[in-house]
């Protein structure tokens, strides 16, 4: 069965960090899995980012980290320079734009948390976009809240729109309470494929696509 034609990107993304903003603290993995809006997976991108110079680890955080150590070890095992990891990451966006000719999207769950570190690090680390306004960075300042996206869907207030009170059709990994194991990669697959089944979903039901 053919594909339908791909109308925009959404580049679902998940990172790892040590602290609660960047700057302070690290950003220590990024995965991204590109989706068209049909479901196609059209790429993905997975590093591990040293610590930046003179940055701290946040106590609560690393609290968080020693409750799960594979997790950590995995977030920071064999880690590249940060400049060289954006270089690539900015490299791998506007490859998969010029190939499909579409407007990206940034995609997260939540948006608020990934997109925060993902744009500083773009902007500390790729020299066309700290030289330029943050509007031509691949993402400018837009950007898809998941759980914003449940919130309209299920007509119920944000508080109760999370994965715990979502339809378990719309769930990955259904066997789980906790589907997010915090493998960057991993995760961002898993929310780009949940977000596609509320889309189509969404679709269907509305008929106004």
């Not at 950003?27 to 110079?53: C, H, Q, T, W």
């Not at 003179?54 to 609290?63: G, I, L, V």
């Not at 948006?111 to 680390?125: E, G, N």
Request: a positive charge.
């Amino acid at each position: 069965m053919k594909k339908e034609q791909i109308k925009e990107i959404y580049i679902s993304t998940d990172i790892e960090a040590n602290g609660p903003i960047p700057g302070e603290y690290s950003m220590l993995s990024i995965g991204s899995v590109a989706l068209g809006d049909n479901g196609e997976v059209l790429g993905k991108f997975y590093r591990k980012l040293s610590p930046l110079e003179n940055s701290k680890q946040h106590p609560q955080t690393m609290a968080f980290w020693e409750k799960n150590k594979e997790a950590y070890l995995e977030a920071t095992s064999n880690p590249e320079d940060p400049k060289i990891v954006m270089d690539n990451y900015a490299n791998w966006l506007e490859d998969i734009k010029k190939k499909y000719k579409k407007k990206m999207f940034f995609l997260a769950y939540p948006a608020t948390w990934d997109f925060m570190f993902v744009s500083w690090y773009l902007i500390k680390f790729v020299k066309r976009y700290s030289t330029n306004h943050f509007i031509d960075t691949p993402f400018s300042h837009e950007g898809i809240d998941i759980k914003t996206f449940s919130m309209a869907q299920l007509k119920r207030p944000y508080s109760e729109s999370g994965t715990s009170k979502m339809p378990k059709r719309w769930l990955v990994d259904r066997k789980s309470k906790d589907i997010f194991k915090h493998k960057a990669i991993d995760d961002a697959l898993k929310q780009g494929l949940m977000f596609m089944r509320m889309l189509k979903e969404n679709r269907k039901r509305t008929n106004e696509y």
